[in-house]
């Protein structure tokens, strides 16, 4: 819920939190992406419309490179034991087709540049999203690059 209210998110109980969280499950379309072992949940990746996140805006004041109707990955949580093994390249891999699916013409995603801090990431870290194809679009601060995919086709002239 962090990446949907901002601060507000740390005054709110746990449970309230949650509650909200499940109503916006029950409303749909799915928030995010869960990535398995077998039966077991091994990962999370939440994935939705920009506009679903104005707090963007507002409190982290990230302001929107150009009025694309963009889709955004926020936040990332990988279960212990899972980490350093691929799973968020997975889910990042996993969103850029379901985005592209949903009809979004870019994702952005606002990773750590790790070379510029030594703070742990919830967000990703850029060389993982470069790999994934995603290019620097833009800056917030220095260690929190806009990174972007563009979606859209580009066709080939025929011949």
């Given at each position: 819920?962090?990446?949907?209210?901002?601060?507000?998110?740390r005054?709110?109980?746990?449970?309230?939190?949650?509650?909200?969280?499940?109503?916006?499950?029950?409303?749909?379309?799915?928030?995010?992406?869960?990535?398995?072992?077998?039966?077991?949940?091994?990962?999370?990746?939440?994935?939705?419309?920009?506009?679903?996140?104005?707090?963007?805006?507002?409190?982290?004041?990230?302001?929107?490179?150009d009025?694309?109707?963009?889709?955004?990955?926020?936040?990332?949580?990988?279960?212990?034991?899972?980490?350093?093994?691929?799973?968020?390249?997975?889910?990042?891999?996993?969103?850029?087709?379901?985005?592209?699916?949903?009809?979004?013409?870019?994702?952005?995603?606002?990773?750590?540049?790790?070379?510029?801090?030594?703070?742990?990431?919830?967000?990703?870290?850029?060389?993982?999203?470069e790999?994934?194809?995603?290019?620097?679009?833009?800056?917030?601060?220095?260690?929190?690059?806009?990174?972007?995919?563009?979606?859209?086709?580009?066709?080939?002239?025929?011949?």
């Amino acid at each position: 819920m962090y990446w949907r209210t901002g601060a507000a998110y740390r005054k709110v109980p746990r449970e309230e939190n949650k509650a909200s969280f499940r109503q916006i499950v029950k409303r749909g379309p799915p928030p995010g992406l869960l990535a398995f072992d077998g039966d077991v949940a091994v990962g999370w990746c939440q994935l939705t419309p920009r506009e679903e996140l104005p707090w963007l805006d507002r409190e982290w004041r990230l302001k929107r490179l150009d009025p694309a109707p963009v889709w955004s990955i926020s936040c990332f949580y990988v279960r212990v034991g899972y980490r350093k093994q691929g799973v968020t390249s997975a889910l990042i891999a996993a969103a850029v087709k379901a985005a592209k699916q949903a009809g979004a013409v870019a994702l952005e995603a606002y990773p750590l540049d790790a070379k510029k801090t030594t703070s742990g990431s919830f967000t990703g870290y850029v060389t993982t999203f470069e790999r994934a194809g995603f290019n620097t679009a833009g800056c917030h601060v220095p260690q929190r690059p806009i990174m972007r995919h563009d979606l859209r086709r580009v066709r080939t002239p025929t011949p």
